[in-house]
Structure formats: structure tokens, C-alpha cells
């Protein structure tokens, strides 16, 4: 297996993807809800430290169960709406802002 590694900082919150180059849907088929053609990815999405669960749909657009019944073109684009949407993370946001300008 070939991981990939994309690092990036996105309003100070550390954004780590590790994506599988094959990037295949489990061979038990698929997951999620009502047949919706979600299967587990072979990528990990880690935001400031902690990990997310990222599903893939059929239509190779990503989800996740913080925004569940949205998905993104990208992974990216995935972590960076859990940051701005889910309060956990708009704390952690506004945090670290805070503190840099004392």
C-alpha cells in the first residue's frame, strides 16, 4: 500500500491527509445508510490531532458522520467544513486566535 501525505494549516488547525493511492471500496460492498453507496475509504483524515472518519460515496465525493447527508469533492474540502461548521472545532478556531494576539 502507497500513502500519500498532505499537510496544511487552515485558520490555525493542523489538516493531515493520508490517502491510499489505490483508494478501493471494501470488498464486503457498500456502507451506509438506505444503500446510499458509501464505502470506507483508504484515507485518514486527522484534524488537530484527532482522527475523522471519512466515507467515499459512489459518486467519489467524501463524507463524514460530523456532516452527515453532505459530501465534498475532497477530502480537503471535507476538513475544512468540519472546521467551520461543527462547534468543537470554531472553539478550538477562535482559541488559538485569541491566544496568538496577546
Request: no cysteine; hydrophobic share 25%; net charge neutral.
Amino acid at each position: 500500500m502507497i500513502m500519500t501525505r498532505q499537510r496544511e494549516l487552515y485558520k490555525g488547525i493542523e489538516i493531515i491527509i493520508e490517502t491510499d493511492e489505490m483508494d478501493k471500496p471494501e470488498a464486503s460492498g457498500s456502507h451506509g445508510h438506505g444503500g446510499g453507496g458509501h464505502h470506507h475509504v483508504g484515507s485518514e483524515l486527522t484534524i488537530d490531532g484527532e482522527k475523522i472518519h471519512v466515507m467515499k460515496t459512489k459518486d467519489k465525493l467524501y463524507g463524514s458522520h460530523y456532516l452527515p447527508y453532505t459530501a465534498y469533492p475532497s477530502i480537503s474540502d471535507l476538513a475544512k467544513n468540519i472546521i467551520d461548521i461543527i462547534p468543537h472545532f470554531r472553539h478550538k478556531t477562535k482559541t488559538d486566535q485569541n491566544r496568538r494576539s496577546e
